[in-house]
Structure formats: C-alpha cells, structure tokens
C-alpha cells in the first residue's frame, strides 16, 4: 500500500514533502486542442508582426500599437499557453526560478496587452471624435512613447506580485512538485481594479462616444446628401454604414468582456465545486482572447491579407518588397 502510495507523489524520494501527481481537469482531447491552440496564436500574431515590421507603409500610429498588441499575444501562446498547460497537467519539474520567473510573466505579459487594447481605444477615440487634430495629436514619437510606458508598468505591476515570492514558497508552499501563487484579498481586489474595472470602464465609455459620435456623422452625411440627392438612393447606402460601425464596435466590446469578465468574477467565488468544474476553461478562455485579437484587429483591414499573401509567397525576400504598395 505504501508503494501504491509513493507511486503517486511526484516526488516519492520525499513522501511528506511532496505533492501527489495532478489528475487532468480535462479530458485528454482537451489537452491536445489546448496545446493546438498556442501555435495557431504565435502564427496569428508572427504575421500581424512581420507585416508591420517590413512594410514601410504599415508603419503609422496605429499599426505601432497593433504591433505591440501582437508581440503580448504572441508571448501568451508562446509562454503562457504551454506552460499553463504544464503546470495543470503534470508535476512541476522546473525549479522555484523558472516558477518565479512563469508568475511574473502571467501577470506582465496579459496586462501590456490590456494596456495596449485600452491604447487602440484612445487612438480610434481621437481619430473619430477629433479627426482635424489627430495627425498632431497622435504620432509616431508619442505613440512608441506610450507603448513603452505601458510596457514599463505592466512590468513594475507584475513585480509587485513577486517581489515577496521567494519567502511566499517557502512559507506557503504546502508541497513539492507545484508552482502556485498564493495572493489575499487585498493583491486580488488591487487586480481586479488595475487589471479590468479600469481598463473595461475606460474602453466601454471611450467606443460608446465613438458609436455615438460615428452615427451622428452618419446622419449628418446622410441628410447633406439627401437634401441634393433622391432620397432612395443614398439613405439604404447611410443605414448600411452606421449598422456596419455598430457591429465593429460591439464585436470589439463584447468578444473583450466574453474573454475577460469571467476570470475576474470566478476569483471571487467562494464554491470550490464552481471553480473546479469551469475554473480551467475560464482560465483558457482568458488566454485565448490573444487568439482572437489578430482576427479582430487585423484580419478586418485588407493590408494584412495582402501582407499575409506576400509572406507566404515569400515575396517579402525580394529587393525591394519593403516599399510595396499595401494600401
């Protein structure tokens, strides 16, 4: 019996220290389309990076902070994913370093990403609502500017769940063979108020102003027309346009919310059954946002599908490719 026993610690060499070998919280087809889904990021978001990089034309304002929103997302499916994965799947083999180092790179790597989204917020915001001064007011220099300040803070943010891991493991750990974070009420309130109350509150009321805003100029537009023109023919052409500007932007709000609202509410659920039974696929459906940010971000302007045609074709090595006209 004490073999059997031994057989399922993770470390049998130490029976009273060491954890038991975790059971899988998902199926195995789970594992395997979980461990799929990271390569399908790191490509998604490769291409978002190679286009911007190499084609001189793609380098606006803009397409700065997609970069920076693609080089988060593909660390996430780089790093995150797999590592993830790892430590739900297996015993923890890598040693209190590379755990310390995985911590802090959870917490620095989503939250540069969120800051990059609430940063694309604010660039379409002046962009819409304040269209004659947006080349003075956004330009390359203040955006690379503010892409790295966000940087900065997203990892001075994370340091601040680490900076007392070393004592924490040794404190908290209740065995060998794990890599776990052990955070109270206070750090978890701190991010939940950093993290998404701030950032989702500052995006909603920013693309609220920006639909606002859109469909009045949509109905400006419509009625300067109309009053020249037959009515008939523009005014399906003006609906058309604000329902398109409405289904963007409600895809942007929602697909955000449907991928980060449930990882902060189940933090503060105190039902174990609940957090084991739908606190893994939360956890996942967190990441996958990065997987879907590509989609949403870039596969909706023509110059990426170009980009990606011309990537693929390996026209890019050409002389010259980088001043291809991609608009």
Known sequence: MEVENRAELCFPQFPNTSCRKPSPPWP???????????????????????SISHFRQLHTPTNFLLLSLAVSDLLVGLVLMPVEVLRKTSCWFLGEFVCSTFTLLSVNIPSASIGDI???????????????????????????FCVCLCWLCAVSYSLHFVKDLPSQTDVHKYCYGECRLNTDIASLF??????????????IALYLRIFAVAVSQARAMRSHITAV???????????????????????????????????????????????TVIGQFILFLYFFNSCLNPVIYAFLYPWFR???????????????????NML
């Not at 195995?28 to 190679?50: E, R």
């Not at 701190?190 to 995006?203: C, G, H, K, M, R």
């Not at 170009?306 to 291809?324: D, N, R």
Request: charged share 15%; net charge positive.
């Open 306 to 324: 170009k980009a990606v045609k011309l990537i693929v074709t390996l026209q890019i090595l050409q002389p010259g490719s980088s001043e291809t």
């Open 28 to 50: 195995q087809t789970v594992t395997i389309m979980l461990y799929s889904i990271s390569p399908i990021t790191v490509t998604l978001n490769l291409l978002i990076i190679i």
């Open 229 to 275: 023109t037959l009515q008939h023919s523009v005014t399906p052409k003006a609906k058309k346009s604000e329902l398109k500007a409405a289904r963007k932007l409600g895809v942007l709000v929602l697909v955000f919310l449907i991928c980060f609202c449930p990882y902060f509410v189940i933090g503060w659920v105190d039902f174990d059954w609940v957090r």
């Open 118 to 144: 609430v940063l694309i917020s604010v660039d379409r915001y002046v962009a819409i609502c304040d269209p004659l001064h947006y080349t003075t007011k956004v330009t390359g220099r203040r955006v690379k």
């Open 190 to 203: 701190f991010d939940l108020l950093v993290t998404f109350i701030v950032p989702v509150t500052a995006i």
